[in-house]
């Protein structure tokens, strides 16, 4: 199937590994120049020369910390007009909410929540402006079904989803659309260093608490990021003008509701 998003620019933040990359990777094979920003230029520039190698499409790379002003700026001037956002970002940590002090919230308000925000505000109008826009967001199956220990991310990510669910509304109607992918388990590196915390925590093996990890998913198996990344592509393509406002968990059955 042509997605018929040929020739298009992508901004994809959070682009050098696991998700991120994986919608980068799908969307250049595409045949969209994608613009990668991540903060440690070694795996960025890595993986730009992988992509460009094997879909032979422009990729560009800006080093920098999306979370921060300056990051959006340097994003925003390698790709001013972007037609196609992913909004990425790592996620906060686990923890107590009673150890939270503001300060914490607000850092994670700031990188799962706002910096998704401000960076739909610089964008959507060239996008509506020019009657071809997708955006979306990363952000977590915790948004569905809330995991106890991650209350940053369950709050932060909730807050997004809420925003461009109004947002999301408005803009469709130029052909900008705004959608979320909730990604259950995906082997990347966060979760790997996420699954040897819990193994250090519980005084467990590594291999014992993936092999729990793996039993809570219908699949059998973890996520990959090529998967990811071709649900990414789809809801970006020029076929998928009638999808706003939606939230795609992708997960390997985990969640276990009807809806
Ligand atoms: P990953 O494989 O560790 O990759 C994270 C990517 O984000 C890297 O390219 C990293 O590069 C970049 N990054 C992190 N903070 C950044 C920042 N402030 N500015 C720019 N780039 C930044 O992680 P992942 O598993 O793909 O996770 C992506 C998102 O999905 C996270 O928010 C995670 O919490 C969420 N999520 C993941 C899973 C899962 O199972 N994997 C499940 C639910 C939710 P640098 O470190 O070099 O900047």
Same mark, same amino acid.
């Given at each position: ?14 682009? =050098? ?15 969209? =120049? ?158 790997? =260093? ?66």
């Amino acid at each position: 199937m042509d997605l018929g998003i040929k020739g298009k620019s992508a901004l994809v933040c959070a682009g =050098s590994k696991g998700l991120g990359k994986g919608c980068a990777f799908a969307l250049a094979r595409e045949g969209v =120049s994608v613009t990668l920003v991540a903060r440690g230029i070694e795996a960025l520039e890595a993986t730009a020369a992988e992509i460009r190698q094997q879909s032979g499409g422009q990729v560009k790379t800006v080093a920098a910390d999306i979370v921060t002003p300056q990051g959006r700026e340097a994003a925003l001037a390698a790709c001013p007009q972007p037609d196609i956002l992913v909004n990425n970002a790592g996620g906060p940590p686990a923890g107590d909410f009673r150890q939270w002090d503001r300060d914490v919230w607000i850092k994670a308000l700031d990188a799962n929540m706002l910096t998704p925000i401000e960076l739909i505000k610089r964008t959507v109008d060239g996008m509506i402006a020019r009657k071809f826009g997708r955006i979306v967001n990363i952000t977590s199956a915790a948004v569905k079904a809330p995991i106890p220990i991650l209350g940053l991310s369950n709050g932060a990510r909730t807050g997004l989803t809420g925003f461009v669910a109004g947002l999301s509304r408005q803009t469709v109607m130029h052909n900008v659309t705004i959608n979320n992918i909730l990604p259950g388990l995906f082997a990347t590196d966060t979760m790997m =260093s996420r699954i040897d915390a819990m193994a250090k925590q519980a005084g467990k093996a590594f291999d014992q608490v993936e092999q729990e990890r793996l039993r809570t998913i219908p699949a059998g198996r973890f996520g990959t990021p090529e998967e990811f990344g071709q649900l990414c592509a789809y809801i970006c393509s020029a076929q998928a003008s009638y999808l706003t406002g939606q939230n795609f968990l992708i997960d390997g059955g985990a969640y276990p509701g009807t809806l």
